[in-house]
């Protein structure tokens, strides 16, 4: 039970402090889960972040699954589950019953004009990381850049980006294995002609002998 309270307690807080979306979360995540709690390492926590945002539905959410499935199991990942989206359900339900009040006070505005270069930073700082981490060479930099300037100047669509990398990663997969085993079968081939000659020298040089 006390592994249970402290998943949800912490998501609790990682939920209540999350401002400006899924990514924004990351380093708050590593803080408790990696460095306070100690419950998975910090390469395992970078390899958990490529499978989850890789994965379909809300980034915030899959993370704290993860997590909790990671840790505790199902139970695990359902109190992980609650922690992380219990803080939004009650604030946008609070801020739904004054909308109208809430958006034309001039006091909360200017908390938000102030929050927002926060929020980049909260969101560059585990990207670049993120990058570092996924130990590519600096020569793949210029594809994140790419792909950002396809989205924000040309206004393509990431779903259409995630296909085409999705397809391209299996045909690259694919004509990587067929070269390997292309390349395995000329080695045998290779290895039983080796094997035809060394024999025909063994049978012309018996025959020798015996003649």
């Known amino acids: 039970m006390r592994l249970y309270f402290d998943l949800l307690t912490t998501f609790l807080k990682i939920g209540s402090f999350t401002l400006g979306g899924g990514y924004a979360m990351l380093a708050l995540v590593e803080q408790a889960v990696v460095r306070q709690k100690k419950w998975i390492d910090e390469d395992e926590f970078w390899k958990m972040i490529t ?4 994965l379909p539905g809300v980034f915030a959410v899959n993370t704290a699954l993860y997590v909790g499935y990671r840790i505790a199991g199902k139970a695990g990942a359902a ?10 359900l009650i604030i946008i339900g609070a801020i739904s019953t004054c909308f109208q009040e809430f958006r034309e006070n001039e006091t909360v505005m ?6 927002r270069p926060c929020v980049v930073a909260l969101i ?7 990058f570092i981490k996924s130990k590519l060479s600096w020569k793949f930099l210029p594809i994140p850049i790419l792909v950002a300037a396809a989205v924000v100047f040309l ?5 259409y980006i995630i296909m085409a990398t999705i397809i391209f990663t299996i045909a ?6 067929k070269d390997i085993d292309n390349k395995e079968i000329g080695k045998d081939n290779h290895d039983e002609s080796d094997d035809d000659d060394e024999k025909n020298v063994e049978f012309i040089s018996s025959k020798k002998e015996n003649d």
């Open 155 to 159: 206004k393509m669509s990431p779903v």
């Open 110 to 115: 200017k908390i938000f004009a102030g929050i």
């Open 51 to 54: 499978i989850v945002q890789s």
């Open 79 to 88: 109190v992980s589950f609650l922690g992380a989206v219990l803080p939004s």
């Open 124 to 130: 560059l700082a585990p990207s670049v990381k993120m």
């Open 172 to 177: 690259w997969e694919y004509w990587k294995f």
